[in-house]
């Protein structure tokens, strides 16, 4: 079945850049998209890539996208401790539902 | 300012009650969803609206019943045949179902005591 795979944890030193990275299963997905979760908050839409693009920048943000390998990476340059938080990779599934990944909880080092 | 609001952002349940969670947006979006979020998890589709009058089962409905009366409204009242209810709420909305944007509200932590 569809599934998207990320690691629980990445942690990074204050100023460095943080590359998050996902996998997931759906080789019809449209959408793939980042969401940025803090303590106890809701789910933010960070950004998101069409499928037939390769990469999408946005600020400090940068988004790279691998169909061949089904692979989607989130890198932060400049990583600050605002950005510490739970990233969420979702890809849009075949049956018009979200399917999500477990999170990655991006600890920032001083 | 458009946005989705849930409230209470938190809620005590004791075993054996049902309790409600409130979901209203102002974005104008035709459907909504409910998710389900335990700790190193991701999130988890409990039940969707395409439109007013209408939703579906999501991938885990037992014990979790809603409403879509209004396109504004999707209340989830959880059950007591819920065995373990305990978690994080998350309400969404999309302007269709399909893979749209999906803006979220804050939350709702339920506590079952």
């Known amino acids: 079945g569809e599934d998207v795979e990320q690691s629980l944890f990445l942690s990074v030193r204050e100023g460095d850049s943080s590359v998050i990275n996902c996998t997931y299963t759906?080789?019809?997905?449209?959408?793939l998209y980042w969401y940025k979760q803090e303590p106890g908050a809701g789910l933010q839409l960070l950004t998101y890539?069409?499928?037939n693009m390769d990469m999408k920048q946005d600020q400090r943000l940068t988004v790279l996208l691998n169909k061949k390998d089904k692979h989607l990476s989130l890198r932060i340059a400049d990583t600050q401790t605002g950005d510490s938080a739970i990233y969420f990779c979702a890809e849009g599934g075949s049956n018009y539902q979200l399917i999500w990944g477990a999170g990655t909880k991006l600890i920032i080092k001083p | 300012d458009g946005g989705i609001t849930q409230s209470p952002k938190y809620l005590f349940r004791k075993e054996g009650q049902n309790v409600t969670l409130s979901c209203e947006q102002n974005?104008?979006?035709?459907?909504m969803y409910w998710y389900r979020q335990d700790p190193g998890q991701g999130l988890r589709l409990i039940y969707y609206s395409q439109i007013v009058n209408d939703f579906q089962k999501g991938d885990i409905a037992e014990g979790y019943s809603v409403s879509r009366e209004k396109k504004e409204s999707f209340p989830l009242t959880v059950t007591s045949a819920q065995k373990n209810p305990t978690a994080f709420y998350l309400c969404?909305?999309?302007?269709?179902?399909?893979?749209?944007?999906?803006?979220f509200g804050p939350g709702t932590r339920l506590t079952v005591l």
């Open positions: 974005l104008n979006h035709d459907a």
């Open positions: 759906d080789s019809s997905s449209t959408y």
């Open positions: 969404a909305s999309s302007a269709r179902l399909s893979t749209d944007t999906q803006y």
């Open positions: 890539i069409f499928s």
